[in-house]
């Protein structure tokens, strides 16, 4: 087993911890929203964020910031799409902009990609800007999570009504998504592409069973989420697994142990 | 003409091809419980949603008094079974204030032993009643129910129609009712509007119900209710029988 006394591993810790405290209570709300397909179809997008980055040679985690946001304005609005419900329409989206995205990057000869580790994430390879940017973005999302948490809760069990009693529903949408592409772009890193939903979907629906308020289910997701990632990195360590995966396996083992354990609520 | 707290003049409403609405001219004054009744399909809902300023009506207009506070019991709420949401966090979605507050409010409508309730697992006339409290925590000026008695027996429907009567005696708001029966909102309702697209007929209930329009749309329906009728005007005990002085009749 590597030692612990190597910093990529402890730089690896900390990224994975600071993504996974953030996406947990932020994922409680894509679940309570049914939004878990959104969320795939903003990570999807990423991908193509991601060559885009590569083409305007800045960061990919901007392209991605970018590719996300887009993706999650334009979808916002959209209930449906002609004859077409919005779940294919998602469908159609997640995946075209992710083999775009493919077939973009093939095109950049001159600069090596990683593809595997877009997809699945590399999380022992973050460097200490990457560390950076993800305490920041997560910084913004728990701070923004925060002011936005009664009016998006109303917003979430009746829209209706939230807007009667004067809430911009509008703008606390449009945040929300601005705050999910904040944290596709910082999560990629970690997880890679393809499972970044899962750090948005199975904290949370671990949580669920063990809380009794809204805010108490956010704070148990963010807690399951850390000793998910902890879990996740020590496996990779001791059997030399991919980190990311690790932990998302880690964190559906959680979660089959709490349905286990735990007995259902309302 | 007094002040009006909502007005909608000449309000059409169309979605895609269908006409929902046609013309519609109504406002509800300060104090009154204005019903409004119109069979399935009639444009109630939609005719609710741009008083309250959730739809924008492609023709005509809707003027609300300054500062208008409204509460709304819409007609049918959810709460995904995900979200764990006790009745006294529910409450305080609308507004912030204390638990006696809440407590309170649940009192009003009767419901004051749900208030640590998970609103999953409460009956659907007990989650209307709390979503009323809800509204009641607003101190609003006008009151708006979207057919509040849904999925609620008959007596338990004249309940509410009671109390919610009481509640604007008692708080002086306006209220509109949504209905589709106006048998069981007669006698708490100092106004009636029948629509059908367009209005069919207003006026004092009495009124309403002997209206020619009003016969046509309910008439069928409204004489076989009739036979069904069941007139209570006496109290049952625990027991099912009727304890001295429960019937006035005798």
Same mark, same amino acid.
């Given at each position: 087993?590597?030692?612990?006394?190597?910093?990529?591993?402890?730089?690896?810790?900390?990224?994975?911890?600071?993504?996974?405290?953030?996406?947990?209570?932020?994922?409680?709300?894509?679940?309570?929203?049914?939004?878990?397909?959104?969320?795939?179809?903003?990570?999807?997008?990423?991908?193509?964020?991601?060559?885009?980055?590569?083409?305007?040679?800045?960061?990919?985690?901007?392209?991605?910031? &970018?590719?996300?946001?887009?993706?999650?304005? %334009?979808?916002?609005?959209?209930?449906?799409?002609?004859?077409?419900?919005?779940?294919?329409?998602?469908?159609?989206?997640?995946?075209?902009?992710?083999?775009?995205?493919?077939?973009?990057?093939?095109?950049?000869?001159?600069?090596?990609?990683?593809?595997?580790?877009?997809?699945?994430?590399?999380?022992?390879?973050?460097?200490?800007?990457?560390?950076?940017?993800?305490?920041?973005?997560?910084?913004?999302?728990?701070?923004?999570?925060?002011?936005?948490?009664?009016?998006?809760?109303?917003?979430? %069990?009746?829209?209706?009504?939230?807007?009667?009693?004067?809430?911009?529903?509008?703008?606390?949408?449009?945040?929300?998504?601005?705050?999910?592409?904040?944290?596709?772009?910082?999560?990629?890193?970690?997880?890679?592409?393809?499972?970044?939903?899962?750090?948005? %979907?199975?904290?949370?629906?671990?949580?669920?069973? &063990?809380?009794?308020?809204? &805010?108490?289910?956010?704070?148990?997701?963010?807690? &399951?989420?850390?000793?998910?990632?902890?879990?996740?990195?020590?496996?990779?360590?001791?059997?030399?697994?991919?980190?990311?995966?690790?932990?998302?396996?880690?964190?559906?083992?959680?979660?089959?142990?709490?349905?286990?354990?735990?007995?259902?609520?309302? | +003409?007094?002040?009006?707290?909502?007005?909608?003049? $000449?309000?059409?409403?169309?979605?895609?091809?269908?006409?929902?609405?046609? *013309?519609?001219?109504?406002?509800?004054?300060?104090?009154?419980?204005?019903?409004?009744?119109?069979? *399935?399909?009639?444009?109630?809902?939609?005719?609710?949603?741009?008083?309250?300023?959730?739809?924008?009506?492609?023709? $005509?207009?809707?003027?609300?008094?300054?500062?208008?506070?409204?509460?709304?019991?819409?007609?049918?709420?959810?709460?995904?079974?995900?979200?764990?949401?006790?009745?006294?966090?529910?409450?305080?979605?609308?507004?912030?204030? $204390?638990?006696?507050?809440?407590?309170?409010?649940?009192?009003?409508?009767? +419901?004051?032993?749900?208030?640590?309730?998970?609103?999953?697992?409460?009956?659907?006339?007990? =989650?209307?009643?709390?979503?009323? /409290?809800?509204?009641?925590?607003?101190?609003?000026?006008?009151?708006?129910?979207?057919?509040?008695?849904?999925?609620?027996?008959? @007596?338990?429907?004249?309940?509410?129609?009671?109390?919610?009567?009481?509640?604007?005696?008692?708080?002086?708001?306006?209220?509109?009712?949504?209905?589709?029966?106006?048998?069981?909102? +007669?006698?708490?309702?100092?106004?009636?509007?029948?629509?059908?697209?367009?209005?069919?007929?207003? @006026?004092?209930?009495? /009124?309403?119900?002997?209206?020619?329009?009003?016969?046509?749309?309910? $008439?069928? =329906?409204?004489?076989? =209710?009739?036979?069904?009728?069941?007139?209570?005007?006496?109290?049952?005990?625990?027991?099912?029988?009727?304890?001295?002085?429960?019937?006035? @009749?005798?």
């Amino acid at each position: 087993m590597i030692g612990l006394d190597e910093p990529f591993v402890w730089r690896a810790l900390a990224a994975g911890l600071g993504v996974a405290v953030v996406a947990a209570p932020l994922g409680c709300f894509v679940v309570w929203r049914r939004m878990a397909y959104f969320g795939d179809t903003l990570s999807h997008a990423a991908l193509l964020g991601v060559a885009l980055g590569v083409l305007l040679d800045v960061r990919p985690m901007l392209g991605v910031l &970018l590719a996300a946001l887009v993706t999650g304005v %334009v979808l916002v609005g959209l209930q449906r799409f002609g004859e077409f419900a919005i779940d294919t329409v998602l469908g159609i989206l997640a995946h075209a902009t992710l083999a775009l995205g493919v077939v973009v990057l093939s095109f950049v000869e001159s600069v090596r990609v990683d593809l595997f580790a877009y997809l699945f994430g590399d999380v022992l390879a973050v460097t200490g800007a990457d560390l950076l940017w993800i305490g920041l973005g997560g910084a913004v999302v728990l701070a923004a999570l925060t002011a936005i948490w009664r009016p998006l809760l109303a917003v979430t %069990v009746h829209t209706d009504l939230a807007r009667v009693e004067g809430v911009p529903v509008t703008a606390v949408r449009l945040a929300f998504v601005l705050l999910l592409a904040i944290v596709v772009a910082v999560a990629m890193r970690i997880v890679g592409i393809l499972l970044i939903t899962s750090l948005l %979907v199975i904290p949370p629906a671990t949580a669920r069973r &063990l809380a009794r308020t809204p &805010l108490q289910m956010a704070v148990l997701a963010a807690g &399951l989420a850390a000793v998910a990632v902890m879990g996740g990195l020590l496996a990779s360590l001791a059997w030399d697994t991919p980190a990311g995966p690790s932990m998302v396996v880690a964190a559906a083992a959680l979660f089959a142990l709490v349905l286990a354990v735990a007995p259902a609520r309302a | +003409m007094t002040e009006a707290l909502v007005r909608a003049e $000449g309000v059409s409403v169309r979605l895609g091809e269908r006409l929902i609405l046609e *013309n519609i001219d109504c406002a509800v004054e300060a104090g009154e419980i204005l019903t409004l009744i119109g069979p *399935n399909g009639a444009g109630k809902t939609t005719l609710v949603r741009v008083l309250l300023g959730l739809l924008r009506p492609q023709q $005509g207009r809707v003027v609300r008094s300054r500062a208008l506070r409204v509460g709304y019991v819409p007609q049918r709420l959810h709460v995904e079974p995900t979200l764990p949401l006790t009745v006294q966090g529910f409450l305080a979605l609308g507004t912030r204030t $204390g638990r006696e507050a809440y407590r309170a409010a649940l009192a009003e409508v009767g +419901m004051s032993h749900l208030v640590d309730a998970p609103v999953q697992r409460i009956s659907g006339g007990e =989650f209307q009643r709390v979503v009323l /409290a809800r509204a009641l925590l607003r101190r609003p000026a006008l009151l708006v129910l979207d057919e509040p008695a849904q999925g609620v027996d008959v @007596g338990g429907q004249r309940e509410l129609y009671r109390l919610i009567a009481r509640l604007r005696d008692q708080r002086g708001c306006a209220v509109v009712i949504v209905s589709h029966d106006l048998h069981l909102v +007669m006698a708490a309702t100092d106004r009636v509007l029948c629509i059908n697209r367009h209005v069919c007929c207003r @006026g004092e209930p009495e /009124a309403v119900s002997a209206h020619p329009e009003y016969r046509r749309l309910f $008439g069928p =329906f409204d004489r076989e =209710f009739a036979v069904y009728a069941h007139e209570h005007d006496h109290r049952h005990g625990a027991d099912g029988g009727v304890p001295a002085g429960g019937d006035p @009749g005798r």
